[in-house]
C-alpha cells in the first residue's frame, strides 16, 4: 500500500551517517462511484494516514512541499480529483458530491482505517462531502485557506457575469485570477508563473462546468453534515475567516497566516507545515506514531 523511506549510504568507505531519501511514490488508479479513473499516489507509513486533496483546476502536485515531509511519520496520499492532473475525465455532472466520492474511493481501495483529510480552496467542501461518506474512518479535516465563512452567499448574477468572462476568454481571465491569489511581491518570484501555468492549462469546459455549480452549495450543510473536527490554515488576504460563526454548525477552529495570498502551502512551506503538523496532532490525540 505505501512504501517505506529508503535509506542510502553516502559513503560506504566512511562512518559518516546515511541520510533518508524519500522513496519514489508508488502510482495507481482506482474507479470512482460513476467510473471515472482516479489516479492517486502514496508514500510513507504508520496508523494514520493524511489524504491531500487539490482545489479548482489544480492538481496533486501542488503539494510538493508536504507529501515527503509527512510521510516520514504517516502515510500520505495525494489524488487527482476528476477532471484534473491525470485522472479521467468522462463525467457527466460535475457536482462536489461526485468529488467526494472520488475521495472515498480511494481510500475505501486502500483500506485506510483511519484518516485526515487535508484540502485546499474548494477541496475543502470536497473534504466535507468525503467525510459524510466516511464516517468510521476520517478523523478530521484540515481545510487549507477555505471555509471562511459558511454563512457567505454567492449572487448568482455577478457568479454568472464571471462564468461568462471565463467563457470568452478562459486563458486571459485564468490568468488574472491566478495573479490575483498572491501578494505583491511574492517570497518566490516564480511561484505565480508556475501556479498560473499549472492551472490555466485546466480543460475550460469541464473548469467552467464545476464552477457554475458553486453558488447552489449549502456550506451550513455541509459542515454540519461531515460530522467532524475541522481545522482550517487560512490567508489573512483572501478573506475574514468568521471562526465563531462557523462554529454554529460544527467543531471549527482555525490559525491565520500573515503576508501570504491564496496557496499558502506553496508559498510559505515551512510555516505551513508547522501548522498542518499542529493540527494533525490535535486531530489525532493519543494515537500512537510511527517510530523513527
Same mark, same amino acid.
Given at each position: 500500500?505505501?512504501?517505506?523511506?529508503?535509506?542510502?549510504?553516502? %559513503?560506504?568507505? $566512511?562512518?559518516?551517517?546515511?541520510?533518508?531519501?524519500? #522513496?519514489?511514490?508508488?502510482?495507481?488508479?482506482?474507479? $470512482?462511484?460513476?467510473?471515472?479513473?482516479?489516479?492517486?499516489?502514496?508514500? %510513507?507509513?504508520?496508523?494514520?494516514?493524511?489524504?491531500?486533496?487539490?482545489?479548482?483546476?489544480?492538481?496533486?502536485?501542488?503539494?510538493?512541499?508536504?507529501?515527503?515531509?509527512?510521510?516520514?511519520?504517516?502515510?500520505?496520499?495525494?489524488?487527482?480529483?476528476?477532471?484534473?492532473?491525470?485522472?479521467?475525465?468522462?463525467?457527466?455532472?460535475?457536482?462536489?458530491?461526485?468529488?467526494?466520492?472520488?475521495?472515498?474511493?480511494?481510500?475505501?481501495?486502500?483500506?485506510?482505517?483511519?484518516?485526515?483529510?487535508? #484540502?485546499?480552496?474548494?477541496?475543502?467542501?470536497?473534504?466535507?462531502?468525503?467525510?459524510?461518506?466516511?464516517?468510521?474512518?476520517?478523523? %478530521?479535516?484540515?481545510?487549507?485557506?477555505?471555509?471562511?465563512?459558511?454563512?457567505?452567499?454567492?449572487?448568482?448574477?455577478?457568479?454568472?457575469?464571471?462564468?461568462?468572462?471565463?467563457? #470568452?476568454?478562459?486563458? %486571459?481571465?485564468?490568468?488574472?485570477?491566478?495573479? #490575483?491569489? /498572491?501578494?505583491?511581491?511574492?517570497?518566490?518570484?516564480?511561484?505565480?508563473?508556475?501556479?498560473?501555468?499549472?492551472?490555466?492549462?485546466?480543460?475550460?469546459?469541464i473548469s467552467i462546468a464545476i464552477a457554475r455549480q458553486m453558488p447552489a452549495l449549502d456550506h451550513p450543510a455541509l459542515l454540519e453534515a461531515a460530522s467532524v473536527p475541522v481545522r482550517c490554515i487560512n490567508s489573512v488576504k483572501t478573506g475574514v475567516t468568521e471562526i465563531e460563526t462557523n462554529r454554529k454548525y460544527g467543531d471549527y477552529d482555525a490559525v491565520l497566516m500573515?503576508?501570504?495570498?491564496? /496557496?499558502?502551502?506553496?508559498?510559505?512551506?515551512?510555516?505551513?507545515?508547522?501548522?498542518?503538523?499542529?493540527?494533525?496532532?490535535?486531530?489525532?490525540?493519543?494515537?500512537?506514531?510511527?517510530?523513527?
Amino acid at each position: 500500500m505505501v512504501l517505506p523511506i529508503v535509506l542510502v549510504c553516502l %559513503g560506504c568507505a $566512511s562512518d559518516e551517517p546515511v541520510e533518508p531519501v524519500p #522513496a519514489t511514490p508508488a502510482v495507481a488508479t482506482v474507479a $470512482s462511484a460513476d467510473g471515472v479513473t482516479i489516479e492517486y499516489e502514496t508514500r %510513507g507509513d504508520g496508523p494514520l494516514a493524511l489524504v491531500f486533496i487539490h482545489g479548482w483546476m489544480c492538481d496533486r502536485t501542488h503539494w510538493r512541499h508536504q507529501l515527503d515531509v509527512f510521510a516520514e511519520e504517516h502515510a500520505v496520499v495525494a489524488l487527482d480529483l476528476a477532471g484534473h492532473g491525470n485522472s479521467g475525465t468522462d463525467r457527466a455532472d460535475w457536482t462536489i458530491d461526485r468529488f467526494g466520492a472520488d475521495v472515498q474511493a480511494v481510500v475505501e481501495a486502500l483500506d485506510l482505517p483511519r484518516v485526515i483529510l487535508v #484540502a485546499h480552496s474548494m477541496g475543502g467542501q470536497v473534504a466535507l462531502t468525503a467525510a459524510a461518506g466516511m464516517a468510521d474512518r476520517v478523523l %478530521g479535516i484540515v481545510g487549507v485557506d477555505t471555509l471562511h465563512n459558511v454563512e457567505i452567499v454567492i449572487d448568482p448574477d455577478r457568479w454568472d457575469q464571471m462564468m461568462s468572462m471565463y467563457e #470568452a476568454d478562459f486563458a %486571459g481571465t485564468c490568468n488574472n485570477f491566478a495573479r #490575483a491569489m /498572491f501578494p505583491e511581491p511574492t517570497e518566490d518570484p516564480e511561484l505565480p508563473d508556475w501556479v498560473r501555468e499549472n492551472m490555466c492549462d485546466a480543460d475550460p469546459q469541464i473548469s467552467i462546468a464545476i464552477a457554475r455549480q458553486m453558488p447552489a452549495l449549502d456550506h451550513p450543510a455541509l459542515l454540519e453534515a461531515a460530522s467532524v473536527p475541522v481545522r482550517c490554515i487560512n490567508s489573512v488576504k483572501t478573506g475574514v475567516t468568521e471562526i465563531e460563526t462557523n462554529r454554529k454548525y460544527g467543531d471549527y477552529d482555525a490559525v491565520l497566516m500573515e503576508g501570504v495570498g491564496h /496557496f499558502v502551502m506553496l508559498e510559505r512551506p515551512e510555516e505551513f507545515n508547522r501548522l498542518l503538523a499542529e493540527a494533525v496532532e490535535e486531530l489525532t490525540g493519543a494515537i500512537p506514531q510511527k517510530s523513527k
